[in-house]
């Protein structure tokens, strides 16, 4: 197993993104993004070729090097070179271990933005849950009661993929987004949008292959929701089950 040199492979990296760099769109992404971090202007499928190239290339280098160079990149100030941290961990998911997880909890704990945020729940947290429910489920439901809303974000979306794939824990979900329906009036603007939004968007995953359930949490929880969840939840309900809904 090749053992990689951090420092050569970020550098190799971050040249890449030079290669591609488009300072026009880097201004619109940043305005776009609201982010204090600095753009090279690349776009998502660029990176995420980017990523797989250079992973296909050291397929069986260590998953603890490839962490270590993830790490590397997300200490970055610039947005794609946290992007290709994400990415390289997504490239990687089948293969980490909870080893792993205090990366990526600490990653969780940084983020500022949905660009990085929603794939490490969903790609990166999902894969760690698919394997270990067990291990991860006490970290959910502490992400789920955290100060800051992107931490408890990925409470809400780490089963995203699961319920695409007609699996997932819905008691768990459900113990997760039912404190939060009450929101507290010390929450800002963006925390009440993307709380809601993530509610609706992991209800929405699950609406077309288990209906009853989506449909039965709206009816407990409606007057609790606001028009977004409930918008977001029902929008891809079948129509008959729509009707139960009045």
Same mark, same amino acid.
């Given at each position: 197993?090749?053992?990689?040199?951090?420092?050569?492979?970020?550098?190799?990296?971050?040249?890449?993104?030079?290669?591609?760099?488009?300072?026009?769109?880097?201004?619109?992404?940043?305005?776009?993004?609201?982010?204090?971090?600095?753009?090279?202007?690349?776009?998502?499928?660029?990176?995420?070729?980017?990523?797989?190239?250079?992973?296909?290339?050291?397929?069986?280098?260590?998953?603890?090097?490839?962490?270590?160079?993830?790490?590397?990149?997300?200490?970055?100030?610039?947005?794609?070179? !946290?992007?290709?941290?994400?990415?390289? #961990?997504? $490239?990687? &998911?089948? *293969?980490?271990?909870?080893?792993?997880?205090?990366? =990526?909890?600490?990653?969780?704990?940084?983020?500022?933005?949905?660009?990085?945020?929603?794939?490490?729940?969903?790609?990166?947290?999902?894969?760690?849950?698919?394997?270990?429910?067990?291990?991860?489920?006490?970290?959910?439901?502490?992400?789920?009661?955290?100060?800051?809303?992107?931490?408890?974000?990925?409470?809400?979306?780490?089963?995203?993929?699961?319920?695409r794939r007609n699996e997932g824990d819905f008691a768990l979900f459900e113990q997760i987004v039912t404190p939060m329906l009450d929101?507290?009036?010390?929450?800002?603007?963006?925390?009440?949008?993307?709380? !809601?939004?993530?509610?609706?968007?992991? #209800?929405? $995953?699950? &609406?077309? *292959?288990?209906?009853?359930?989506?449909?039965?949490? =709206?009816?407990?929880?409606?007057?609790?929701?606001?028009?977004?969840?409930?918008?977001?939840?029902?929008?891809?309900?079948?129509?008959?089950?729509?009707?139960?809904?009045?």
């Open positions: 197993m090749a053992l990689l040199d951090i420092a050569s492979e970020r550098a190799y990296l971050i040249e890449q993104l030079r290669q591609q760099s488009d300072p026009v769109r880097a201004v619109s992404e940043k305005k776009y993004l609201k982010s204090d971090l600095n753009f090279h202007g690349v776009t998502v499928p660029k990176l995420h070729t980017i990523a797989k190239i250079w992973y296909k290339a050291h397929k069986d280098a260590p998953v603890e090097d490839v962490a270590a160079l993830a790490q590397s990149l997300w200490q970055s100030d610039w947005h794609e070179e !946290r992007s290709l941290a994400v990415f390289l #961990l997504e $490239e990687a &998911a089948n *293969r980490l271990t909870l080893d792993q997880l205090p990366l =990526v909890e600490c990653m969780i704990h940084e983020v500022n933005t949905w660009a990085h945020l929603d794939e490490i729940a969903v790609h990166i947290v999902g894969a760690l849950l698919a394997r270990e429910p067990q291990a991860l489920r006490p970290y959910l439901l502490k992400w789920a009661t955290d100060a800051n809303f992107w931490v408890r974000r990925t409470a809400i979306l780490a089963q995203n993929a699961h319920f929101e507290s009036k010390d929450w800002s603007a963006d925390e009440r949008f993307f709380i !809601r939004k993530a509610i609706g968007w992991a #209800l929405r $995953e699950l &609406a077309t *292959r288990k209906p009853e359930l989506v449909v039965d949490f =709206v009816q407990r929880q409606r007057e609790r929701m606001s028009g977004l969840t409930l918008r977001e939840a029902t929008r891809k309900l079948p129509d008959a089950w729509k009707q139960r809904l009045g």
